[in-house]
């Protein structure tokens, strides 16, 4: 069956960088886009991007442009969402999503990023 | 691009429930919704507007016009109170509206 399974939780400090991981299992990895979703505690999702695992090409929200980058590994079909220069209200749980047409039919558990001085 | 859902909706069990989601020619895009209980991952729950992903009860239907999509539960049980999300596309962007928490009393 279909797994995304997500790296763990993470503490940073503001201005510093966090990288979650998404390894992803009982599918063709490399035929589905990867997107990122994050919610803040009590919040609605927000969409930060997609990539798309066979060739790399990546599309980014405009209000992470800049901050936000998206890679893979095809070779341990894991994706990769890195955000850097954190602060307070970057706060969230942090999930991948394979990505069918438009639709998210499957999702990891989450990572919590925790940002605080 | 904005997507815009009612914050919460009621209904008694047995009941049907409707949660809307309003966008501009929203109809001209396909909706999919996601339903979320507390401390847990979004599930697709209908995807193109209509469809039903194996596994999500008959009860949940979906439809999409003009500039209103509607996610409707019928015979509503205890088991589907939760946040429900919409979400489409518009420009290469994905879109989630704000979320409606859908309560079973």
């Known amino acids: 069956q279909v797994q995304l399974v997500q790296s763990g939780a993470e503490v940073k400090k503001p201005g510093a960088s966090v990288k979650v991981s998404c390894k992803a299992s009982g599918y063709t990895f490399t035929s589905y886009d990867i997107n990122w979703v994050r919610q803040a505690t009590g919040q609605g999702l927000e969409w930060m991007g997609w990539?798309?695992?066979?060739?790399?090409?990546?599309g980014y929200a405009q209000k992470f442009q800049g901050r936000v980058t998206m890679t893979r590994n095809t070779s341990i079909t894991t994706a990769y969402m890195e955000l850097s220069s954190l602060r307070s209200e970057d706060t969230a749980v942090y999930y991948c999503a394979k990505s069918s047409s438009g639709y998210y039919t499957n999702w990891g558990q989450g990572t919590l990023v925790t940002v605080s001085s | 691009y904005e997507l815009t859902q009612p914050p919460s909706v009621s209904v008694s069990p047995g009941q049907a429930a409707s949660i809307t989601c309003s966008g501009d020619?929203?109809?001209?895009?396909?909706a999919s919704w996601y339903q979320q209980k507390p401390g847990q991952s979004p599930v697709l729950v209908i995807y193109q507007d209509s469809k039903r992903p194996s596994g999500i009860p008959e009860r949940f239907s979906g439809s999409n016009s003009a500039n209103t999509a509607t996610l409707t539960i019928s015979g509503t049980q205890a088991m589907d109170e939760a946040d429900y999300y919409c979400?489409?596309?518009?420009?290469?962007?994905?879109?989630f509206g704000g979320g409606t928490k859908l309560t079973v009393l």
């Open positions: 990539m798309n695992p066979n060739s790399g090409n990546t």
């Open positions: 979400q489409a596309w518009d420009s290469s962007t994905a879109v």
């Open positions: 020619k929203l109809g001209d895009r396909y």
